[in-house]
């Protein structure tokens, strides 16, 4: 799901978003990491 999270991010932004956002903020990466898996859960 991280990966995911990553792709998402590098699509909205530009490649290597995440990976710098990561490293810059990571509280707030991960923050917004929650609320993505919160909002995009797989149907069972």
């Not at 999270?5 to 903020?25: S, T, V």
Request: net charge negative; hydrophobic share 35%; charged share 35%.
């Amino acid at each position: 799901m991280l990966d995911a999270f990553k792709e998402f991010l590098d699509k909205m932004y530009w490649e290597g978003y995440a990976e710098e956002f990561e490293e810059d903020n990571p509280t707030a990466f991960y923050t917004h990491y929650r609320e993505f898996k919160t909002n995009h859960r797989l149907p069972i």
